[in-house]
């Protein structure tokens, strides 16, 4: 019973963002872009939103004809649980 109680307050202690295990791209550029997320190619219309896995360290890309283009970002462990907005990252 210990060990539970133990268990329990270390985890009150770990932040939430942690766990989160994937995050939203927000297209708010005005037109359609092609994104690679480190593990697959997402197309998004303007206005609107994917939602990503959150693999720590992969890098996202533009995209065109399933190839990687421009570099926009690294996920970091902050990137997880978030929104990021292509036109803070292009």
Known sequence: MKKL???LGLLSIIPL??????FKIYNDTGSKI???TGSGIVNLNK????SVSCKIGKKVYTASHGSKKKFLFKISSSTCGSKVKLSSVL
């Open 5 to 7: 109680f133990t268990t």
């Open 17 to 22: 963002v942690s766990y989160a295990s994937s």
């Open 34 to 36: 092609s994104i690679h």
């Open 47 to 50: 206005g609107s939103s994917s």
